[in-house]
Each structure stands twice: as C-alpha cells, then as structure tokens.
C-alpha cells in the first residue's frame, strides 16, 4: 500500500498569509503569498524597496522532503532575489504570532510580527544582531 503524503499542520497554519499584503515601515511595497498545487509549499512574491534599493525575489516555503529521506520536522524557505542571492530561513506560528528565523531556528537575526483579530493586519519587527533591525507593519489588500 502507497502511503499518501499530506500537508502538515505547520504548514497549513501559514494560510494565513495567503492573498497579498501592502509592507511599510522599514521596507516598502508589497508581497503576495499562494499556495503550489498540492498545498505543500507556499510561494512569496516579493516587490519591496529597502534602504532606497529594489529588493525583487521569490521564496519557496514548506518542509524538507529530500528524495528517500523521511519529511523535515521544521518549516523552512529559500529566498531567491533578483540580484543572485539566497536566504534561508525557518518558520514558525504560534497562535497569532509569526516567527521567521534568518538561517536556523532560533538565530539572532529573526522577525517576529504578531496579527490582528481579522488576520488583515501582521505587525511586527526584524531584529539583528548588533542591534540592528527595523518595525515592520504587513496590510492585507
């Protein structure tokens, strides 16, 4: 018997991010989050200005399942700009809170936004090391 894989909860949590979302603060413009056929990954489209410069990518979101290999237990993404650069990072929701870690769980460098009742609002902060870092307020539209 062929086992058949479903989405995992973590995974379906993030569907509160579907649809797209006006960013202020301290990046500018808009992203826009839809799911791949299948619901296992989630596809950011990111068109944003930081720092007076264009920041232009896409990031795949989901959990791990290398060919052969049992299914990650994080969530995870790559982020793919349009200057040949790569980030990874590792999501998680708890409750109303949204937690992305620059690199692996836990990392110094990490956004933590929180959403409003409606699911219309996510607020939040990008905190680097060193002090650095900038508020974030994401506007679904």
């Known amino acids: ?9 973590e995974v379906k949590a993030l569907d509160r991010l579907v649809g797209t979302w006006k960013v202020t603060g301290g990046a500018e413009g808009t992203v826009r989050y839809e799911w791949m056929p299948g619901r296992f990954f989630l596809v950011q489209h990111v068109e944003l200005t930081q720092f007076g410069e264009p920041v232009t990518g896409i990031e795949i979101i989901g959990r791990l399942r290398p060919f052969g290999e049992p299914t990650g237990t994080d969530v995870v ?31 110094p460098a990490y956004y933590r936004g929180t959403f409003d009742a409606d699911d219309t609002t996510l607020t939040g902060e990008w905190v680097y090391p060193g002090g650095g870092g900038y508020s974030s307020t994401s506007t679904r539209i």
């Open 1 to 9: 018997m062929i086992e058949t894989q479903q989405p995992s909860p």
């Open 77 to 107: 993404s790559r982020y793919y700009d349009s200057a040949g650069n790569t980030f990874d990072y590792v999501y998680e929701l708890e409750g109303d809170t949204l937690t992305i870690w620059a690199g692996a769980k836990g990392a």
